[in-house]
């Protein structure tokens, strides 16, 4: 097919400095887990989406010195030789796909607690990061502004002999540059401090000796957070921004905007749950007016309709996206061929960032399960190995893993069933998506739905079978499949049994009447009472969406939890607005607490830090501390019992038991993936499937062979020229 | 008691379609092709009492339709049933609800079946009147849009209830031989297994022609229909406008449109 004639605007080429992107769609710097160190890796997945129609790809952000060190978190550094050499690998390969490749160059100040290098960071005052609360910053005196100001410069020009073809001073997320200009951080009264000029100073220096030192070859960008979202104690658009973009705009060749800061990057990197596609144009669209130069801007724009509208209204003149590339490496070509509805959509789920907030684990994708495993493990998200045998499939279970695993073999020619007793594909997703903020999450759903249905067109021994009995094991073993693949998702526990005790709480059983499990919430097959209690000791989502839900529906909500409410959504960036809507809504957290008994309308809960704490012997069968004598009881109408998830296995388990009657039924092989496995997340979920459809012709592709790993090699010196031997100051 | 099923293969218009040079019907290159609904429903109450009665059944899907058309036999066979008949001939092509009635009903007689069960209608030309063809060519008792069916062996009247307008049901009793056009929701078909369709396969599907049964070409194909397609196009729909904006921006434009309309610009 053809591109649609409205999107043409997003395929018009625009030159920014020395460099021609060819067209409008452009990966703004974002972390994958990869940096300096695990070359193969950055070079594979910067590259692919080039391939895949990018004009223009980043790194991460880029420490520019050791001053600026993030680890435990993992950036991609250019301090030396070495980190030219490895980079390169990225150059390269970008180049070959004819994109533009960026770096973005990065000085932490006291944001960077420096736990590697055991520098210490400068910054324009000195205070302690509101990110990182132990690490202070030294204030700078002239000396070190030039000293700092240098570092920029011998970075840019590493990057430059690497084969970068941009190169950014990184002023967004609060660091340096925009720590001087904003009145949060800087407190000077020199010529560095006080007014916008002086706090503008730092930064602007700094734009015009990189634009001077390498400024013929390469593109210079600046990211800027034109408003940090705290009103006149920061920087506001109105107030600041447009002056420091009119004083700067001569030592830019493009702007890239956005808004917030460090400590809650979530307003830029905004999760569905409370952003909308575009959330930032009230603030990005004032730049154009006062630039002369190209303004790119992020709000994980996935809806070509509207990038296309955002420039022919005249708010940016390039599209950038990190979730969005992250999820469909190829939305720009889609878009070419007039694909739009093969498009990989994000969910805005950030579990890709979740991985960077837990610090060095690769990134992983909801979405797309092949992200992250470009290289290590071979995968190209649109390209499949072809069937290696004529084996067919059943496939039971439709949620994330079953229809990711079916989809992946069926993209590789294998004849499929799937079969899942839900009247639509997506299993879990269907009920997950009617949580408050959450219906973007059945993306999930919809993508693999749509290939799935092109793809059983194209095979008609192939079949989707929804709404059917559930199979029992005699049914499966019948089937005539030659393998069969379990994926029958997980259920909550109907029991209270938890992650603490790792046993039920007496008295909880969601086959009653008051007590109920979340999955029975959110068919609505029992009635809820005014007065609820949830009971949690899930880390996730659920708690706290379901306490968003029943309030919002009228109820009066109470959270007992035994772990820290929603932890994981301070990595997913969900978490401060999470609590701002627990807090206005009034649902009240009884924190660090378990549940010792619950009975129809009551349960008696119990600090968990409540024993002793002096530790001793005190012979068997006794605690080693003094026991807890504190408990309370707590009145509901109706206990939500969120404490953990089981696998549904006994469809697996019912195949294994029978194992010596697989030959007679020509049964090959069953396999277990996803939930059904163990519970976990739904991009793990979504990855068991793909690496099964992948694996599937291993002698035991139940388990994962080994990936190609990238780490340092005992003989090979980082340093062109070093030795590697162990030696010690004489 | 044999059970003949018609079959029929219906086209699945994509969502960007061109009609045909000659203007009479969709361009093949745009479709895709599948079982119709409703055949589903009457295979699967055709397979219900094979399974019920045991060989005191035979069930036979049919279908009138070139090579391609095989496959809804295979996806009938592909959950049970033994063989599978399909006739064809080029002078077949253009056929409409009465030229095809004119070969199933001569199938009917070769076969000896007790009762011919057909869908309803089939959902890409929606005539809902091959089944009611049928048993006037065989002078056969008859019931259309059938909902609920009690069907024995060696009976001579069956009771059945039709569905009609508002709801509203009618049962009525039929004697024996019977063409019977089935109704969505009569039951619930079933998927075929993987070891359906590979059975399938192995299963034989004699193919035939309307001359075999003693047909002239001139009783079938456009000759022999009633009906003609004199032309085929899609009808001119309204334009719905999204109207964005703030309230005012939002009344401006409708203002706008309202003068449009009236045509004072
Ligand atoms: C996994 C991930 C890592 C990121 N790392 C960086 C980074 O290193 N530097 C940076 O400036 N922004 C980083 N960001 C923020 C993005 O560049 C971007 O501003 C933000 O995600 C909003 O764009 P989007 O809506 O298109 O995702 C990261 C975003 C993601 C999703
Ligand atoms: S992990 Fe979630 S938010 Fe991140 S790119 Fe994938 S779908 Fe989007």
């Known amino acids: 097919m053809a591109r649609d004639s409205k999107h043409d605007i997003l395929f018009e080429p625009i030159q920014i400095g020395p460099k021609v992107l060819r067209n409008r769609f452009y990966q703004v710097p974002h972390c994958i887990g990869a940096g300096s160190d695990k070359p193969g890796f950055q070079a594979a997945n910067r590259s692919l989406k080039v391939e895949g129609g990018w004009a223009a790809v980043n790194t991460e952000y880029l420490s520019i010195h050791p001053e600026s060190d993030d680890t435990h978190r993992l950036s991609a550094r250019l301090w030396d030789e070495g980190d030219v050499r ?34 210490t960071p400068r910054g324009p005052s000195q205070y302690a990061s509101e990110f990182e609360t132990m690490t202070y910053c030294k204030e700078m005196d002239l000396d070190d502004i030039q000293m700092v100001q240098g570092y920029y410069v011998d970075a840019a020009k590493r990057a430059r002999d690497a084969g970068f073809d941009i190169v950014y001073v990184y002023g967004a997320h609060s660091y340096l540059p925009l720590q001087f200009l904003s009145p949060y951080y800087n407190k000077r009264t020199d010529g560095y401090g006080g007014s916008l000029e002086n706090r503008a100073r730092f930064w602007i220096e700094t734009l015009e000796k990189v634009k001077q030192a390498v400024g013929d070859d390469c593109a210079i960008a600046t990211r800027f957070a034109v408003d940090t979202l705290i009103a006149d104690a920061g920087v506001e658009v109105e107030r600041d921004a447009l002056k420091f973009v009119k004083l700067a705009d001569d030592f830019v060749d493009v702007w890239d905007v956005n808004v917030g800061d460090i400590a809650e990057w979530g307003e830029d990197a905004g999760p569905s749950r409370f952003y909308l596609q575009g959330h930032q144009l009230p603030w990005q669209r004032f730049i154009k007016q006062v630039s002369k130069k190209p303004v790119l801007g992020v709000g994980r724009f996935t809806d070509p309709d509207k990038m296309a509208e955002v420039i022919r209204s005249g708010q940016l003149d390039i599209i950038g996206a990190a979730r969005p590339s992250i999820a469909d490496p190829f939305l720009p070509e889609k878009i070419n061929q007039g694909r739009v509805d093969d498009i990989r959509t994000c969910i805005g789920c950030n579990v890709c960032i979740s991985r960077w907030e837990i610090g060095g684990p690769p990134m992983i994708c909801t979405q797309n399960a092949t992200s992250g495993e ?88 192939s079949q989707i079978a929804l709404g059917v009995k559930p199979l029992t094991v005699d049914d499966c073993l019948e089937y005539g499949a030659d393998k069969i693949v379990i994926a029958t998702g997980a259920s909550w526990n109907t029991d209270g049994n938890n992650a603490l005790t790792h046993d039920p709480v007496e008295g909880i059983d969601t086959s009653t009447p008051t007590h109920l499990t979340p999955e029975q919430v959110l068919e609505g097959s029992k009635p809820i009472g005014k007065k609820v209690l949830i009971l949690n000791c899930d880390p996730y989502y659920m708690a706290p969406s379901l306490a968003q839900k029943l309030t919002e529906d009228g109820h009066q909500v109470t959270v ?34 378990w549940a010792s008994k619950a009975e129809a309308n009551r349960i008696q809960l119990y600090p968990i830090f409540g024993d002793g704490y002096r530790r001793e012997y005190r012979g068997p069968g006794k605690l080693p501390r003094r026991e807890n004598t504190h408990f309370d009881w707590h009145e509901f109408d109706s206990l939500v019992v969120c404490t953990g998830r089981h696998s549904n296995t006994e469809l697996y388990e019912g195949l294994k038991t029978r194992k010596d009657e697989w030959a007679e039924n020509d049964v090959k092989g069953v396999y277990v993936i996803g939930d059904a496995w163990a519970p976990k997340l739904m ?33 090979a010196p980082h340093m062109p020229g070093d030795t590697f031997e162990i030696e010690y100051e004489s | 008691m044999k059970i003949l ?62 090579d391609e058309a095989e496959d809804v036999l295979l996806n009938c066979l592909a959950k049970g049933g033994e063989r599978g008949i399909r006739v064809w001939d080029d002078a077949l092509v253009d056929s409409d609800s009465m030229a095809i009635a004119q070969v199933i009903a001569k199938v009917a007689e070769h076969e ?38 009690d069907i024995t062996p060696d009976a001579q009247q069956i009771t059945v209830n039709r569905e009609l307008e508002a709801g509203i049901e009618e049962e009525i009793t039929v004697e024996s031989p019977a063409v019977l056009s089935i109704q969505l929701g009569i039951n619930e078909p079933r998927y075929a297994s993987l070891r359906g369709i590979k059975q399938a396969k192995a299963k034989p599907v004699e193919v035939m022609s309307h001359k075999d049964f003693g047909l002239t070409d001139a009783e079938v194909g456009e000759m022999g229909s009633l009906s003609k397609v004199r032309k085929m196009y899609a009808p001119e ?28 610009t």
């Open chain 1, 86 to 119: 490895n980079l390169r690998a990225m150059t390269d390969a970008v180049h070959k796909h004819d994109g533009l490749c960026g770096v973005e160059m990065w000085y932490g100040g006291s944001h960077a607690p420096c736990m590697e290098s055991r520098c």
């Open chain 1, 374 to 461: 470009e290289y290590r493990r071979g995968w190209h998200p649109e390209k499949f190995p072809k069937a290696g045998s004529d084996d067919s499939f059943l496939v039971v279970g439709s949620g994330p893993s079953g229809s990711e695993c079916a989809r992946v073999l069926m993209e590789r020619g294998y004849t499929v069933h799937l079969v899942d007793s839900g009247e639509k594909i997506g299993g879990s997703t269907n009920s997950i998506a009617t949580l408050p903020g959450l219906g973007e999450w059945g993306y999930h759903r919809d993508y693999r739905e749509v290939q799935l249905d092109k793809l059983v067109k194209k095979n008609k021994d």
């Open chain 1, 560 to 593: 007992a939890s035994g772990v820290s409410l929603g932890n994981y959504m301070h990595f997913t960036l969900e978490a401060p607005n999470m609590h701002r809507m627990m807090h206005e809504l009034g649902i009240e957290v009884i924190g660090d607490v």
């Open chain 1, 683 to 715: 991009a793990d979920a979504t990855f068991d499937g793909q690496r099964l459809a992948r694996e599937i012709e291993l002698d035991d592709p139940q388990h994962p062979k080994p990936y190609r790993r990238e780490v340092a090699v005992w003989g």
């Open chain 2, 5 to 66: 099923v018609p079959v029929k293969q219906v086209g699945i218009i994509d969502e960007d379609y061109e009609i045909r040079d000659d203007g009479k019907n969709v361009d093949v290159d745009f479709l895709d092709y599948e079982i119709n609904e409703w055949d589903n429903y009457s295979w699967e109450l055709a397979l219900n009492l094979q399974e019920t009665y045991g060989e005191a059944v035979e069930i036979v899907p049919l279908t009138v339709g070139p």
């Open chain 2, 112 to 149: 000896n079946a007790d009762y011919v069960l057909t869908g309803t209608l089939s959902s890409d030309h929606s005539f809902a009147a091959t089944g009611m063809c049928v048993a006037g060519l065989l002078n056969w008792a008859h019931a259309a849009v059938v909902s609920k069916v």
């Open chain 2, 237 to 264: 729909h309204s334009q719905a406008e999204l109207i964005e904006g703030t309230v005012a921006e939002q009344a401006k434009r409708i203002a706008e449109i309202v003068k449009e309309l009236k045509g004072d």
